[in-house]
């Protein structure tokens, strides 16, 4: 039987039978997962720890505030470097439910860019929700981008907004840095991690999602399952990485 997994739970069947190939394939003789080094090529991106995504923030995530322990411990041992991205929005932000009238949120609606979720308010710029989450260890953060600042279009990805068009930098800031492979921890894993890593493979790099420092938001699809499946799915098909912090640490 897979082991339990905090970003993809089990009640949805088929996130649970890719895990366990996932783990399977990744099995050591102990039953531990692969042993990783990081090295000096290697940056951990923290994606949106941010208390407007966590239990009693705007846009909860279940069991959000459980990645910071799992964060911090990654950022006083192997990681020597990490990014952050901060959502970081204005009020009347076109992503906000509350823009559209007659719209609830986790509704969607069509955007010039294309299809857009629309959510509570959250994520607002100078509010102390939207800060990085105090507790998170920062010695080691060296670059905080912030995304979704333009009214107009949101920005799930640390690299790129929703128009797909509009860099953030982040790109070539790891290129000139040095950087190959890109660890993601964070919130929340089937919106901004998912198209972080997507994007992050579109780039060039070599990725790796940290699961246990991930949650995830997890929408039912009209077409089955939720949008934590379909974010495995295509990551995976994109050969994106998943491990655990105790191969890291
Ligand atoms: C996010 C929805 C809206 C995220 C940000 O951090 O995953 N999700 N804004
Ligand atoms: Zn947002």
């Given at each position: 039987m897979a082991e339990d997994s905090p970003t993809f739970p089990r009640r949805a069947a088929l996130a649970a039978a890719a895990l366990a190939t996932a783990t399977a394939a990744q099995a050591q003789?102990?039953?531990?997962?692969?042993?990783?080094?990081?090295?000096?090529?290697?940056?951990?991106?923290?994606?949106?720890?941010?208390?407007?995504?966590?239990?009693?923030?705007?846009?909860?995530?279940?069991?959000?505030?459980?990645?910071?322990?799992?964060?911090n411990?990654?950022?006083?041992?192997?990681?020597?470097?990490?990014?952050?991205?901060?959502?970081?929005?204005?009020?009347?932000?076109?992503?906000?439910?509350?823009?559209?009238?007659?719209?609830?949120?986790f509704e969607t609606v069509q955007m010039p860019y294309g299809p857009q979720t629309l959510w509570p308010d959250h994520g607002i710029q100078n509010t102390a929700n939207a800060a990085i989450h105090p507790d998170i260890e920062q010695a080691r953060i060296e670059l905080i981008v912030r995304k979704g600042f333009r009214t107009e279009i949101d920005s799930?990805?640390?690299?790129?907004?929703?128009?797909?068009r509009t860099g953030t930098g982040l790109d070539a800031w790891l290129k000139a840095r040095?950087?190959?492979?890109?660890?993601?921890?964070?919130?929340?894993?089937?919106?901004?991690?998912?198209?972080?890593?997507?994007?992050?493979?579109?780039?060039?790099?070599?990725?790796?999602?940290?699961?246990?420092?991930?949650?995830?938001?997890?929408?039912p699809l009209p077409t089955g399952g939720t949008t934590m499946d379909a974010a495995r799915k295509r990551l995976t098909e994109q050969g994106v990485i998943f491990t655990t912090s105790s191969a890291l640490l």
């Open positions: 003789p102990t039953g531990g997962p692969t042993r990783m080094t990081v090295t000096e090529t290697d940056m951990l991106g923290l994606i949106d720890v941010q208390p407007t995504f966590m239990p009693g923030g705007e846009l909860a995530v279940a069991e959000g505030d459980l990645v910071v322990p799992v964060i411990r990654l950022l006083a041992g192997p990681f020597r470097h990490a990014f952050a991205t901060q959502d970081w929005h204005p009020r009347g932000h076109s992503s906000f439910a509350s823009s559209h009238p007659g719209k609830q949120p799930y990805s640390a690299f790129m907004e929703n128009d797909k040095g950087v190959r492979r890109v660890f993601l921890v964070g919130l929340a894993t089937d919106y901004c991690v998912a198209w972080s890593a997507e994007d992050a493979r579109g780039n060039g790099f070599e990725v790796v999602v940290v699961e246990d420092a991930c949650r995830g938001i997890g929408l």
